[in-house]
């Protein structure tokens, strides 16, 4: 039973470019969550996505936005890349509230 | 903002000694969970203690909240060199929003 992957692993980006991160929810779960995670610090809550639909939202920018598909995966599209958007971001999945499963995340570097 | 913040922020053990990290809370939450992030690694779930329990164990970890204090601690006994890793706790503030928000985190070394 695979977990939530998410890709690319890695990624380096320069100033002003655009990028899409990729994330495929554990079987079985219909609700994706993004965090964004920047070094030593805990992850910060970006949006969730459930039946297609962003339920939620945290204090992140209308640079960031997403997308979830009819078979539950999920993008988180990033414009406009500024410095300090360099971060691990994580993807979880969940089956509605229940305690969220993680992903590896994708390490975007911003140069 | 971050709602939880753990504490201490590093805790240096050797193998076989318990570790005990805590957590502080600012308002009224619906639960309470505790994470586990190895280097370069997602986080893992490890406990989930709701407002109206008071302790619960599962294995090696022992957890305990105090709402009156807004405060929790993550026990793990006999530690282990695996053990190593970051700790943080997510409380989820319930009516509506189930969506957890997470501390800082405890960096925890185990020393074989």
């Known amino acids: 039973d695979a977990g939530v992957t998410q890709s690319p692993t890695h990624l380096i980006k320069t100033r002003g470019q655009q990028v899409t991160l990729r994330c495929s929810p554990k079987s079985g779960h219909d609700t994706v969550s993004w965090y964004q995670q920047a070094l030593g610090q805990g992850p910060q809550f970006i949006f969730q996505y459930y039946e297609e639909e962003e339920r939620q939202r945290g204090n992140f920018p209308d640079r960031f936005s997403g997308h979830q598909f009819p078979n539950y995966s999920s993008e988180l599209n990033v414009n406009a890349l500024l410095l300090g958007d360099s971060a691990l971001y994580l993807c979880?999945?969940?089956?509605?509230?229940?305690?969220?499963?993680f992903g590896d995340g994708t390490r975007l570097s911003i140069l | 903002s971050q709602q939880g913040e753990e504490d201490p922020q590093a805790l240096s053990i050797q193998e076989g000694e318990n570790a005990t990290m805590n957590c502080s809370y600012k308002?009224?939450?619906?639960?309470l969970q505790w994470y586990r992030q190895n280097s370069g690694r997602g986080l893992v779930h490890l406990i989930l203690i709701r407002s109206n329990e008071r302790e619960k164990h599962s294995g090696r970890l022992r957890v305990t909240l105090d709402t009156s204090k807004k405060s929790s601690s993550l026990l793990i006994t006999a530690s282990r060199a695996a053990d190593t890793a970051s700790y943080f706790c997510?409380?989820?503030?319930?009516?509506?929003?189930?969506?957890?928000?997470f501390g800082r985190g405890t960096s925890l070394i185990v020393h074989p």
């Open positions: 997510a409380t989820s503030l319930g009516g509506g929003s189930y969506i957890p928000t």
């Open positions: 308002t009224s939450i619906n639960n």
């Open positions: 979880a999945s969940s089956l509605q509230d229940q305690p969220q499963h």
